[in-house]
């Protein structure tokens, strides 16, 4: 199973701690039948986000390989 810690889409915005990191990847469309989104508003003032955070062996349909370092 393809899992976070092979992915290019893991651990981009953050370090990994605990093996718990961020998936890059909300809101995409990857095919026509496989949708995944994230949606998240606050009505004040609060500046509020969402970040999407897995362990390392989470595993996706999402997958995308890491490219390999040259």
Known sequence: MNTCNTCRYWAVQRNI????SDCDRPDCKADK???????????????????????????CLLHKPKQKQD
Request: glycine fraction near 6%; charged fraction near 20%; avoid cysteine.
């Open 17 to 20: 701690l605990n093996n718990i």
């Open 33 to 59: 039948d496989i949708t995944f989104e994230i949606e998240a508003d606050a009505d004040d003032t609060s500046n509020m986000h969402v970040i999407l955070l897995t362990s390392g062996n989470f595993g």
